[in-house]
């Protein structure tokens, strides 16, 4: 019986392998160039902003934290363990050690730094996700309290814009395609409404502090290294020993995104785009009858096997109904006509070939 719990991958746990950059983005970045998927849009030097980025050595902070670096900026970044302190110096920007919880310590990190621009990219999803509701505490937590500290401090500092990520993956069950505007599943059963209403107190937060200009970016599944869908992620190796079902029909259209778009997205956000939310998401849902089969081909893997809503409500948790059978696809739209989101992978077949290639 599984134990996955088909939790949500898009803050970045899933592997356990030691802190670096990924392959490709160091490969491009000594390349100097890379095609169609080319990172020179966000190398080219403009004014430098001084940017301090909250929790800057997860699987989307490192390569973002690069990117800002090349790009020019003047990067402070946070962590909460002292043996990535050298992970942060290594890229170029400057460490601040920092548990996001302490309300001292966020308060004199960013009053040091000083930021025009803070990126908040916190969370505590590293660990294996073998209980749904306590895998999430912390991060409900940093998502609260967390993003209020850091709210405060960055009004204080004289802040002008905060970009912060969410999800996109917590709308209301229903018909159709969802955007930003779409009601939020307010009603879920729990562990899922307690993560969508921390989810929506930083949101609220990020966007409300007056004087600041709050962009919030709803970030879709994440997959690529260091990720649950990546190699040697929690996803991946239980696709690979049949231990992720496919729940009932199968139809929650899961809204993927790549690392390297999900970072593409937030360096563009540090200067484009109006304050309010913003879906960061592929072109393409991916239904899970369709998407799970297809990655677990790609991984010499044995076909899904198929359980019941029932089943997977009682072996798993309700997540993986909502996940697997209710969720709706979500547009890029609004990020593409005011953030200009260029994807390198509009569709997660592409993307998913690639990366286990």
Known sequence: MSHVSHGAPAHG????RAASLPDWFTEHRAAGHDGDRGWSHL???GDAVRIFVAGGTGVVGRPLVQALVDRGHDVTASTHRSENVSVVET????????????????RQAVLDAAPEVIINQITALSAPSRDYGKWLETTNRLRSEGTKTLMAAAHEAGTRRVVAQSASFMTEPGSGPTDESTPLYLDAPEPIRTHIQANIAAETLVVGTPGIEGVVLRYGFLYGEGTAIGPGGEWATAIESGDLPIVGEGTGRYPFVHVRDAVTATVQAVDRGGPGVYNVVGDEPAP?????????????????RRISAEQAEEQIGVQAVYYGTQLRAASNAR???ELGLSL????????????FA
């Open 13 to 16: 746990r899933g592997s356990s």
């Open 288 to 304: 899970q009858a369709e998407w799970l089969p297809y990655l677990a081909q790609i991984l010499g893997a044995p076909p899904p």
């Open 335 to 337: 990020a593409k006509a």
């Open 344 to 355: 390198a992978y509009p569709s997660w077949r592409e993307g998913f070939r690639e990366l």
């Open 43 to 45: 190398l080219q030097r």
């Open 91 to 106: 890229l170029g920007a400057r460490p601040a050690l920092m548990n996001g919880l302490d309300e001292a310590a966020v």
